[in-house]
């Protein structure tokens, strides 16, 4: 099946940085990616649609300027948690459908961040 | 939007018997209907999915049906092994154009007991 690359697995920083998480499609083009987060025992919640060369779809509650989308190529969707607090500690995972007949959706390995 | 309600939240089988997951749909337009399985600490992977031009879908021990008038659909799997514990999500996708924006479904923790 196709691969979808989530880097870093895991990351800890300070309270009030910056985190970039970086999903690629490895041999698959993506015009869309979506972002995802998942708490403890829950289920995954979608954030944001990315959008290859325009702005990225957020769903209601899920703010743009703390979590902003960059999807800049046809390969590359990146999501930066800005000023982070503790309560943005989660797994957040990526997925990249690869359209055609079977748009099944290829997810990243995720990524574990704690803010302490 | 689209909202997936999935029961039973936890299900607890002997190994060698069945476990069914159900899991309903509000939005008529949703015609993709895949199911993950999650490891602690994994990626979901798709164990089987179905298309609403089928009614039931069958892959060695899972089997997945789907009521598009009644919107809802379900998960089989039979003889399940201790290696099937594990958490189950299913989604719903309108696909098309939204190409694959999955809503997911709160989650059914399995655990299958020798």
């Known amino acids: 099946g196709a691969v979808v690359s989530q880097h870093p697995s895991r990351v800890i920083c300070k309270s009030g940085t910056s985190v970039k998480i970086e999903c690629r499609s490895l041999d698959f083009q993506a015009t869309t990616m979506f972002w995802y987060r998942q708490f403890p025992k829950q289920s995954l919640m979608l954030m944001a649609t990315s959008n290859e060369g325009s702005k990225a779809t957020y769903e209601q509650g899920v703010e743009k300027d703390k979590f902003l989308i960059n999807h800049a190529s046809l390969t590359l969707s990146t999501l930066t948690v800005t000023s982070a607090h503790p309560e943005d500690s989660s797994f957040y995972i990526c997925s990249a459908p690869r359209t055609g007949m079977n748009t099944e959706a290829f997810f990243g390995q995720g990524t574990r961040l704690t803010v302490v | 939007g689209e909202n997936v309600e999935q029961h039973p939240s936890t299900l607890s089988v002997q190994e060698g018997d069945s476990a069914v997951i159900k899991c309903t749909y509000s939005?008529?337009?949703?015609?993709?209907f895949p199911w993950y399985k999650q490891e602690l600490g994994k990626r979901p992977q798709l164990i089987i999915d179905i298309r609403s031009n089928v009614g039931e879908k069958k892959d060695q021990r899972i089997a997945v049906t789907l009521n598009k008038t009644a919107k809802h659909f379900s998960l089989h799997i039979t003889e399940t092994q201790p290696e099937d514990s594990a958490v189950y999500f299913c989604?719903?996708?309108?696909?098309?154009?939204?190409?694959?924006?999955?809503?997911f479904g709160g989650g059914t923790r399995v655990l299958v007991k020798p």
């Open positions: 939005d008529s337009a949703s015609n993709y």
């Open positions: 989604a719903a996708s309108p696909g098309g154009a939204a190409g694959n924006k999955l809503t």
